[in-house]
């Protein structure tokens, strides 16, 4: 039996195909088990799994171009702690390991931020990032040349 292609069904098609690019190109992130959960985001955004308040609270959060390492780190910190971090704070020692933990990792864009939960549990809060920030926040601050004497 044959069906006929209306318009209709074509945009439907191109929309599901559309819709599956953007999830095989996709950030994502999972809670650890309980409570479990997690969130797949587009690659112009970041993904936060956080479970402090009992249930995986997952989020994406889209990701401005053109900002430099410190403005990424602040935006990504302050999502994940619910504080403000600006980026002349990435300068204190907790910041600092945060990052340097990141820059460190291999895992490929997913990282983790420990904080205390509703009942003062220490529990892990994770963060996925796209590949191309992976590569601007493991590219480290940079460097002035030094001037010829």
């Given at each position: ?6 318009s209709?069904?074509s ?11 953007l999830?095989?190109?996709a950030?994502?992130?999972n ?9 797949t ?5 970041f ?6 308040k009992?249930?995986?609270d997952?989020?994406?959060e889209d990701v401005p ?7 990424y ?11 403000k971090?600006?980026?002349a704070?990435l300068?204190?020692p907790?910041?600092q390991?945060?990052?340097k ?8 864009g ?5 904080k205390?939960?509703?009942k ?6 994770t ?6 920030l992976?590569?601007?926040?493991k ?6 040349p030094?001037?010829y004497?």
């Amino acid at each position: 039996m044959k069906f006929p292609v209306t318009s209709q069904t074509s945009l439907l098609i191109a929309t599901i195909l559309s819709s599956a690019a953007l999830l095989l190109a996709a950030e994502k992130c999972n809670c650890p088990s309980p409570p479990g959960g997690g969130v797949t985001c587009t690659k112009n955004q970041f993904a936060t799994c956080d479970p402090t308040k009992g249930a995986c609270d997952c989020k994406c959060e889209d990701v401005p171009k053109g900002k430099s390492r410190d403005e990424y780190f602040s935006i990504i910190f302050s999502t994940a702690l619910d504080e403000k971090v600006e980026p002349a704070d990435l300068a204190k020692p907790q910041f600092q390991m945060l990052s340097k933990k990141f820059v460190e990792s291999e895992s490929n864009g997913t990282f983790f931020i420990r904080k205390k939960n509703y009942k003062g549990e220490t529990v892990q809060v994770t963060i996925g990032v796209p590949d191309w920030l992976v590569g601007q926040l493991k590219e480290g601050p940079r460097k002035m040349p030094m001037p010829y004497n």
